[in-house]
């Protein structure tokens, strides 16, 4: 096993990693900023206001996306494991 495999398998875990927690973190960025927004045009500062909504959604984003996320790992461990023989 030579250090150019393993950056390698570190790179491609790394990219499943971001390809699966993107799409959360994007949907409770505009999240947030929608709700600044609306904070700052209003001028209400309710921390409740802020942390409630993100989490709703965040949790609808994770339940819409789950079967999404769960694929793509999955895929990742089969390929991995189909290579294990020629990494040892």
């Not at 996306?65 to 290579?83: C, D, H, K, V």
């Amino acid at each position: 096993m030579d250090q150019a495999l393993v950056v390698n398998l570190i790179k491609d875990a790394l990219t499943v990693v971001l390809k699966v927690v993107l799409p959360v973190m994007i949907i409770a960025m505009v999240t947030g900023i929608i709700i600044a927004v609306f904070q700052a045009a209003t001028q209400i500062n309710e921390q409740n206001m802020v942390l409630v909504p993100k989490i709703v959604v965040v949790f609808l984003g994770l339940i819409l996306l789950g079967s999404w996320m769960i694929g793509q790992i999955t895929e990742y461990a089969r390929e991995l494991f189909n290579q294990i023989l020629s990494l040892i």
